[in-house]
Nanobody, 115 residues
């Protein structure tokens, strides 16, 4: 069982930046991939960014060039650097760990971008 705890969310003006962190209770090096998802009110949860165990990354088209996902296997932490934030980025952001046969989720952190 792996527990994920997100932090770093908050209120920011459009054009600003935030860095989200996801601290895992166990080793993330053993995970197939780590990812960030988000869910806005009335919308489905969507993948924002993911990083595999080999370091390959994938991003939603809406955040390419603005967001960067990274991982620190020593600290068992995954980060999401969010720049040039837009009001449409407002959502609850969730950390996800893909453990091959099981998925783990954090409790989420709210990101609100004001116009």
């Amino acid at each position: 069982q792996v527990q994920l705890v997100e932090s770093g969310g908050g209120l920011v003006q459009a054009g600003g930046s935030l860095r989200l962190s996801c601290a895992a209770s166990g080793s993330i090096a053993s995970m197939k991939a780590m990812g960030w998802y988000r869910q806005a009110p009335g919308k489905q949860r969507e993948l924002v960014a993911a990083i595999t165990s080999s370091g390959n990354t994938d991003y939603a088209d809406s955040v390419k060039g603005r967001f960067t996902i990274s991982r620190d296997n020593v600290k068992n932490t995954v980060y999401l650097q969010m720049n040039s934030l837009k009001p449409e980025d407002t959502a609850v952001y969730y950390c996800n760990a893909n453990g091959f046969l099981v998925y783990y989720w954090g409790q989420g952190t709210q990101v609100t971008v004001s116009s």
